[in-house]
Antibody, heavy 115, light 109 residues
């Protein structure tokens, strides 16, 4: 069974940091691009970042450039998102999505940035 | 970054046909944008329906189809079912950054 399981969300103060993880199983993780996508409460989907198979190519939405870093560890079938200098507008459910034709999604982890 | 546009809401009758569109602020949507379509129901994670304009996953109901028409990507639902009521998002790839549209709330009524 294919699974993507996010973890690491929680409540953090503005300016703080958080590291999200996404662990994959049931498919060959190392052969696919993987994305982070977020959804603020009551809002639409927003693509955040993606990374290629060996981690040599990374792209980010403008609003997180310089603050967020995407990385992966293929030996651990894991994807990460290091989030620094967090702002209230980063509050959202964060999903990892990838696999063949971006067909696999996790259930998401909630990040709340608030004092 | 580019802006991707969708109809905010559409309504279709049960058994009817509806077409959702996806446009780009940079010009015509082409196959080079690898258009995707996702379905999201309340409280659930999104589900990928269509990739690379018109390709379906194994779980995509046959009543959904994707294409390019008039400079936009389109998602057509033929024979709408009550369970198709959901939010639908398109996504376009811009040589690195990906951009979602704002979503179309589809009501089956």
């Amino acid at each position: 069974e294919v699974q993507l399981v996010e973890s690491g969300g929680g409540l953090v103060q503005p300016g703080g940091s958080l590291r999200l993880s996404c662990t994959a199983s049931g498919f060959t993780f190392s052969t696919y691009w993987i994305n982070w996508v977020r959804q603020a409460p009551g809002k639409g989907l927003e693509w955040v970042a993606n990374i290629n198979q060996d981690g040599s190519q990374k792209s980010y939405v403008d609003s997180v450039k310089g603050r967020f870093t995407i990385s992966r560890d293929n030996a651990k079938n894991s994807l990460y998102l290091q989030m620094n200098s967090l702002r209230a507008e980063d509050t959202a459910v964060y999903y990892c999505a990838g696999g063949p034709a971006a067909g696999y999604w996790g259930q998401g982890t909630l990040v709340t940035v608030s004092s | 970054q580019a802006v991707v546009t969708q109809e905010p809401s559409l309504t279709v009758s049960p058994g009817g046909t509806v077409t959702l569109t996806c446009g780009s602020s940079t010009g015509a949507v082409t196959s080079g944008h690898y258009p995707y379509w996702f379905q999201q129901k309340p409280g659930q994670a999104p589900r990928t329906l269509i990739y690379d304009t018109s390709n379906k996953h194994s779980w995509t109901p046959a009543r959904f189809s994707g294409s390019l028409l008039g400079g936009k990507a389109t998602l057509t639902l033929s024979g709408a079912q009550p369970e198709d009521e959901a939010e639908y998002y398109c996504l376009l790839c811009y040589r690195g950054p990906w951009v979602f549209g704002g979503g179309t709330k589809l009501t089956v009524l």
